[in-house]
């Protein structure tokens, strides 16, 4: 009887254990896509300012600066729960932006301008950050991933209803060499 008692004491200790090594993974995915989210925070604020100073000299380039804030708009409106999505903004954002910035270079007035160079040299760090965070997430991700699908802790996520994140990956566009001659 003592050693049947042991034995499943035993047995829910080992499943506790697991049942916790799952929440933490999860909620360590959370706190990476959080991390993310405050760095995109950081590039949504700096994106007014980067257009405001960018319209002063670019009357030409209306399309891309109203697009820059479309994608702006979506994507802060699209949540964790909907992290692919978000994601894809995301990438369509950063993409407009490197047009934004490569066609800086056709005006040297704003080329030169101090308040462009400083938003262009905190806009390269912002992006420096964010692609830190996203490193980050895809390794908490990734752990949580093993063990939704690794047995035994696998059982015990689908009973709880922890299911598999989806990691950030580039777009193909974002994989493709970039031809500065395109976007000018």
Do not use: C
């Amino acid at each position: 009887m003592l050693e049947t008692l042991i034995i499943v004491g035993g047995i829910g200790v080992l499943i506790w254990f697991l049942y916790a090594g799952i929440i933490k993974k999860r909620n360590k995915a959370h706190e990476a896509f959080s991390g993310i989210d405050v760095q995109l925070k950081k590039r949504h604020d700096l994106i007014p300012n980067i257009l405001a100073i960018a319209k002063r000299f670019m009357a030409h380039e209306t399309d891309l600066l109203s697009e820059i804030t479309r994608l702006r708009t979506a994507a802060q409106s699209t949540g964790a729960d909907r992290a692919s999505e978000r994601f894809s903004l995301e990438s369509a954002l950063q993409d407009q932006l490197g047009k934004l910035m490569i066609n800086v270079e056709a005006y040297p007035d704003l080329k030169s301008d101090e308040a462009m160079v400083n938003a262009q040299r905190t806009y390269a760090e912002v992006e420096a950050h964010i692609a830190a965070a996203r490193r980050f997430y895809n390794a908490a991700v990734n752990a949580l991933n093993n063990a939704v699908h690794i047995w035994p802790t696998s059982m015990i996520a689908r009973m709880i209803g922890i299911g598999e994140m989806p990691l950030f990956e580039a777009s193909t566009q974002e994989r493709s060499a970039v031809n500065a001659s395109d976007h000018l």
